[in-house]
């Protein structure tokens, strides 16, 4: 199978990190990987028909520059539309896929959802505090293949607050306890789904602020079993 991944964005997310990790995670799972840090070759989709996945490892920078840190254009949209439209597969995490490309509706439709905030941390402008918060995640469909014998944990992280699609398909979950927003507690949110885009699969998880939340045992084993599913045609 043949990965490539899309690097680059704002370098104070560390892209390059994440993407030495997941280049071993998927290598060892038998992937040939290629890596490109521009978007432009998403402007030729014909030149990546023999491509079973990808992954944007891309961020944006909270500054609200994200032209300045390369964002995605019209053509290179429709291209990976196509591409994952007639069979490659979608695979993410936390911002570098749920929080890209802002400006592009079309993308976070195909995706499933979009980051809008991860209390107390954001929107600074409510509860100016510190980001990360213990939280629990919880796996809401423990007989689903990508998720079986995954046990439901805890961690340390951003606590991510997103706008999801109802058909998603929704594999783990977390609840906001309301201590920080007190209007959204008992909100039960998405944090790891899979959906469809015509011929493609997509896989989405929204852990990853840091690189050590993807070496979680169970956020591994999360995106390794979605890799492998995003990227078989059967």
């Known amino acids: 199978m043949k990965a490539v991944l899309f690097v ?11 993407a030495d990790w997941y280049r071993d995670l998927l290598e060892t799972n038998g992937f040939e990987v290629i890596v490109h840090d521009t978007l432009e070759p998403l402007e030729r989709p014909e030149d990546m028909a023999d491509v079973d996945l990808i992954t944007p490892i891309w961020s944006s920078a909270r500054s609200g520059h994200q032209e300045e840190f390369g964002n995605m254009t019209k053509r290179q949209e429709d291209g990976l539309l196509k591409l994952i439209g007639d069979g490659c597969g979608l695979v993410g995490w936390h911002g570098h896929m749920g929080d890209a490309f802002r400006d592009r ?6 995706i499933g959802g979009q980051f809008v905030a991860h209390p107390p941390g954001w929107p600074d402008n409510l509860q100016p505090k510190e980001d990360y918060i213990d939280y629990d995640v919880t796996i809401c469909q423990p007989h689903h293949p990508l998720v079986e014998g995954i046990r439901s944990f805890r961690i340390t992280s951003e606590q991510y607050y997103m706008l999801t699609d109802p058909s998603n398909s929704v594999l783990a979950t977390t609840t906001f306890s309301g201590d920080h927003l007190w209007w959204i507690e008992g909100t039960v949110m998405p944090v790891t789904w899979i959906r469809r885009w015509d011929k493609g699969r997509v896989f989405y998880c929204s852990i990853g602020h840091e690189l050590d939340d993807l070496k979680v045992p169970e956020v591994t084993e999360m995106i390794r079993r979605g890799a492998i599913w995003a990227a078989s045609k059967t």
């Open 8 to 18: 680059g964005g704002w370098e104070g997310h560390a892209p390059m990190d994440f």
């Open 105 to 110: 509706p079309t993308y976070h439709f195909l």
